[in-house]
């Protein structure tokens, strides 16, 4: 069935530098593909999405790109700030039909020190 | 624009108590969703929701698991009786894709309840 797969956590890293969260995920057709981040004793909330292959989905300094051909969807900013510290999200809706089911991946926790 | 309402924020009881949660989704959403998110299992999809009509409720656990829309701007989420193992936070999300104007389907949460049952 469909899946994502993110990278575990906990990812620490000191301010400023340079951030990947690893997601990939088994599904047929063209998913859409999402990145939500969760702040401490919050709910969650879209960060980026992107609809087909090849869109790059962008937003607050976070990119991430559709790849079909490794079935990706990385998270990626250049210089992270301790704002960031939150739990990120990778998931996915099988197709842009009348499937509003996301599949979730299990999250990936980022703590960044000053 | 008021987001996704959630009530209470927390919630503890006693093992075997009747627990009820409730959920204000955003005005025009016609989609709503209903999560249990742990530690050990994270982020569960219990049931969802289409113009106040159940569509999926594979994820709900089981019996003790029961939820209603009974109009547009409300649903409840009921444990009875609530056992330890349900202690987790629950959130409530809505979405439209209509208002969202493309095929994708970006969810709003609510705060989420915190639920500890002793």
């Known amino acids: 069935g469909d899946s994502v797969t993110q990278m575990e956590g906990p990812v620490t890293l000191s301010e400023e530098a340079f951030l990947t969260i690893n997601c990939t995920y088994t599904a047929t057709g063209y998913p859409s593909l999402f990145w939500y981040v969760q702040y401490p004793g919050e709910g969650l909330q879209l960060l980026l999405k992107?609809?087909?292959a090849d869109d790059k989905g962008s937003n607050k300094g976070f990119e991430a790109t559709y790849r079909k051909e490794t079935t990706s969807f990385h998270l990626e900013k250049g210089s992270v700030q301790v704002s960031d510290s939150a739990v990120y999200f990778c998931a996915l809706i099988p197709n842009a039909g009348n499937n509003r089911k996301l599949i979730w991946g299990l999250g990936t926790s980022l703590a960044v020190n000053p | 624009d008021a987001g996704v309402i959630q009530s209470p924020r927390h919630e503890v009881t006693e093992m075997g108590q009747e627990v009820t949660l409730r959920c204000k989704p955003i005005?025009?959403?016609?989609?709503l969703f209903w999560y249990r998110q742990t530690m050990m299992r994270g982020l569960e999809l219990l049931i969802y929701f289409n113009n106040n009509v159940p569509i999926d409720d594979s994820g709900m656990p089981e019996d003790r698991f029961s939820a209603k829309m009974p109009n547009a701007s409300f649903s409840t989420l009921k444990i009875q009786p609530s056992e330890p193992r349900d202690s987790a936070v629950y959130f409530c999300a809505s979405s439209s894709a209509i208002l969202a104007g493309g095929p994708y389907n970006e969810q709003f949460f609510g705060p989420g309840t915190r639920l500890t049952v002793l």
């Open positions: 992107a609809t087909k």
């Open positions: 005005s025009g959403h016609d989609y």
